[in-house]
């Protein structure tokens, strides 16, 4: 059997993340106390009891999220085989990098922690939105980001068949719903988001992510990670940062990561962290492949019934 760890990105976040399973699993608690020790302040305080405005702050999601996975992760490990690669949704990529030990828990926390302030200074200087079109093909949906004249408009997120994201200032993905839905498109949802993330407007991001990481060390992955920008298999150490810098500006390619590591040998899926967002996705991505998410105590007890 040859399993991948999935790691979430950010939107999965809730108040009340992580507690059950840092009250059950000493393991899992010794990360999130490394988490507040690294970052100064109680990072863990504000997953377990919120508010949820603060929380849901990108500054803050994106190492909630990041320390939320590690902790399963961790809990995780000695309980299943050696994965044979990994992938994580945008913020995700980090969570699989931890894995593979490409990166240390407490560089990529520091990481993201800045990549989360550099994308929503991004957002005010470049204000954007973004919005997920469903029903069109990528063809489809690239042709109408390219009609686009009122501004920026690009395909963000390649999630699945029929669920792609769209990403650029309010005026561009404006006029990117209203020709996707000439175009077929069932529905256009604009989201609740702080900036145009995956789009040329975080440049600066980029930029600044570029800097923070060339002072970090990095490994060669232990097992592959396949990068969001070409859903393909990343060995080197200095390739995965130049790949995490890339996919701030660049569509996360979903829909094809997962079947190219399918079409590697994977035959089980994990999600590690909260939620099971990438799980579902996989019915569409992976279909009749096991994806199981592990995130609370619930689920570990599920996973080892099966």
């Given at each position: 059997?040859?399993?991948?760890l999935l ?11 992580g507690r ?6 000493p ?7 490394e ?5 100064g ?21 994106q190492?909630?999220?990041?320390t939320?996975?590690?902790?399963a992760?961790?809990v ?18 980090f ?5 593979a030990?490409?990166l ?9 922690r800045r ?9 005010l200087a ?17 042709q ?14 390649f999630?699945s ?16 719903m209203?020709?996707a839905?000439?175009?077929g ?5 604009e989201?609740?988001v ?7 407007l ?15 060390s990095f490994?060669?992955p232990?097992?592959?990670?396949y990068a969001n920008?070409d859903a ?11 790949r995490?810098?890339t ?7 979903w829909?094809a ?21 990438l799980c579902?996705?996989?019915?569409r991505?992976a ?6 998410s592990v995130?609370?105590?619930s ?8």
């Open positions: 059997m040859s399993l991948a790691f979430p990105g950010q939107g999965s976040q809730f108040v009340g993340m059950e399973l840092s009250e059950t699993f393991e899992a608690r010794a990360v999130f106390e988490a507040d020790d690294v970052l302040f109680s990072l863990s305080g504000l997953m377990f009891d919120g508010p949820d405005d603060e929380l849901t702050a990108t500054r803050n999601a190492p909630a999220l990041l939320h996975a590690v902790a992760l961790r995780l490990a000695p309980r299943v085989d050696t994965p044979s690669c990994a992938a994580g949704h945008s913020l995700g990529e969570g699989a990098h931890v894995a030990g490409t240390s828990f407490a560089d990529a926390l520091g990481a993201v990549r989360g302030e550099l994308m929503y200074e991004a957002g470049r204000p954007g939105t973004m919005a997920a079109v469903l029903g069109l093909d990528d063809a489809t949906l690239e109408v980001c390219a009609d686009v004249t009122a501004g920026i408009c690009v395909p963000a997120n999630n068949e029929g669920q792609i994201v769209i990403s650029g200032d309010v005026a561009g993905v404006k006029q990117g209203e020709l839905q000439q175009a498109a069932k529905r256009a949802i989201l609740n702080s900036g145009a993330f995956h789009s040329p975080m440049a600066p991001a980029e930029a600044g992510l570029a800097e923070h990481l060339a002072q970090l490994s060669d232990t097992f592959a990670v920008v393909a298999p990343v060995l080197e150490g200095a390739l995965a940062r130049e995490l810098v996919q701030l500006t660049a569509p996360v390619r829909s990561t997962i079947p190219a590591m399918v079409a590697a040998g994977v035959d089980r899926f994990i999600e590690v962290g909260p939620g099971n967002v579902g996705l996989n019915r991505n279909r009749g492949v096991t994806c199981s995130g609370s105590p689920d570990f007890e599920a996973l080892e019934a099966s």
